[in-house]
DNA sequence: GTATCATTGAAATTGAAATTCAATAACGAT
DNA sequence: ATCGTTATTGAATTTCAATTTCAATGATAC
């Protein structure tokens, strides 16, 4: 079994809906999948309005929708931000240090944190379905 | 120097501020203090209303602002939920386990995880101002 | 007592996110 | 290709939590 590409994958949940692949749900995908991570709707909304200017916030935030429940994009809630949106497909699970300053967001991964966090877990009988862990603080830059 | 109690704390910060401790604000203050952990604004607001029914939303808002500034309560933004306050003032720090069914929520600290945190912010040469953890699941009762 | 300034409640506003709706476009069956 | 069905679209509206405005009121310092 070759390695599904994010356009099939979009295609494929979709069909499973009983729903349909549209030029505008492709510019969305395009357009996310052209971005750096961590984009939020309205600077999508921005560069999907380049590619095709009548495309509304609505069909954006709808598109996300979609990417996100086949697990193309994963929605990011920082505290006291907007929600980003970040590419799920072929990224391991990863936590985020973010800047208060500027709002660089870097991504971390570390195997004793999570491993900890399932053992809490267990410890009170809760069955984990996703956790959220999110360092603010100030990077470097900003500190100088 | 004897600890200061809660109302003491918010007397102190008004007037640091210029402002004023008013009836108003000592039923909110009550009201949250007599409350178990982890209160919404509704919740809070109907409480403050058995008191006195005078007493609007907006003053809620207002007081408990006041309330977060001088570190005796603690906003909590929970991913999808909206925000909760709870008793900050002689009460360490923690993280909360989430369940997604009832809305149980469990506090826990743990000292390795605070540790690997500090570790991997120094590592990305962060300054640490907060974290935020939260990790969610479904509680035991809710699984039988 | 008076001038000053914080406080209040009601209502309006904000901002992000989601939804409604009539018009349109795509699909499957024939 | 044509038809009937059903998903999709963009514009506008709505939702919902949260905040702010504003005129009236109340407290404080002098």
Redesign the pocket.
Known sequence: MRIKDEYSILKEH?KEK???I????EVVLDAFLGTERHV??ESLYILVKKRDA??????V???L?LLCECELAKELKFEGK??RYEHKYNHKHHDHLVCAQCGKIVEFHNDKIEEIQDKVARENNFKVLNHHLEINGICSSCRN
Chains 1, 2 share one sequence.
């Open positions: 979709v009983g729903l349909r549209t030029p505008q749900r939020d709707v009548s495309i509304s916030f609505a069909t935030y709808r598109t929708k907007i929600t």
